[in-house]
């Protein structure tokens, strides 16, 4: 597609539960990001993706939280054992590295509720 | 722009008057920022962007000022409109930290009719 792509859109799952969020990056983009936004706040950053690079991780809130991006594209978000704080939206974002100066392109996150 | 939490500072103006949203910025290194809109329910989208070696750069009804003396940037809205109601976002390019933008906090746009 043209934009970045997450899903699924919604995910209600249980406490304890294994939850795995995926994006798909705007083809070509060598930057890829992971934000928090619980309800009405603002963005919390988990991790950022860049090329090859080792990822920045310092976001990420706990060791139930870990990310992948595998062949440089897709990234999947996964959190082990859910607990209710976790409940948010997840939004990742994309953006060419070619330069510095470059925006980056948000999907429209992923609304996860941990009942 | 500063981390100074995740709560959002809300701006309420009238329609038609104009808006402006500021953001300070930690980093005397960066030398690029984008303000973004985040409409309900959907992920930001890119309003206007300022490279370090402008003060001033205007859009379709949006400036945004550059003040690198005191590292604070500024988003004015001319003649704010019920669909300009959003969450503004403020983004810096962290110089030594491979491209990675670093977003502010956020201030809540509420547009009265």
């Known amino acids: 597609g043209a934009g970045v792509s997450q899903s699924p859109s919604n995910k209600v799952t249980e406490k304890g539960k294994d939850v795995e969020l995926r994006c798909d990056p705007i083809?070509?983009?060598?930057?890829l990001y992971w934000y928090r936004q619980s309800l009405g706040q603002g963005l919390e950053f988990l991790i950022y993706?860049?090329?090859?690079?080792?990822?920045?991780k310092s976001g990420l809130p706990s060791d139930r939280f870990s990310a992948e991006r595998t062949g440089g594209s897709v990234s999947t978000l996964t959190i082990q054992r859910t607990q209710q704080e976790d409940s948010a939206v997840y939004l990742c974002?994309?953006?060419?590295?070619?330069?510095?100066?470059?925006?980056?392109?948000f999907g429209q996150g992923t609304r996860l509720t941990v009942v | 722009g500063e981390s100074v939490g995740l709560h959002l500072p809300t701006l309420s103006v009238q329609e038609g008057d104009n808006s402006i949203i500021n953001c300070a910025y930690s980093?005397?290194?960066?030398?690029?920022f984008i303000w973004y809109k985040q409409e309900s329910g959907k992920g930001p989208q890119f309003i206007i962007d300022?490279?370090?070696?402008?003060d001033k750069r205007q859009g379709q009804r949006v400036t945004v000022l550059l003040n690198k003396t005191v590292k604070h940037l500024s988003l004015q809205i001319a003649a704010t409109q019920p669909g300009d109601s959003a969450v503004y976002f403020c983004?810096?390019?962290?110089?030594?930290?491979?491209?990675?933008?670093?977003f502010g906090g956020g201030t809540r746009l509420m547009v009265k009719p």
């Open positions: 974002a994309s953006s060419l590295s070619r330069g510095r100066n470059t925006e980056a392109f």
């Open positions: 083809s070509g983009h060598t930057a």
């Open positions: 993706f860049q090329g090859n690079s080792a990822p920045d």
């Open positions: 980093n005397s290194a960066s030398d690029y």
């Open positions: 300022i490279r370090s070696n402008m």
């Open positions: 983004a810096e390019n962290l110089f030594n930290a491979g491209n990675m933008l670093t």
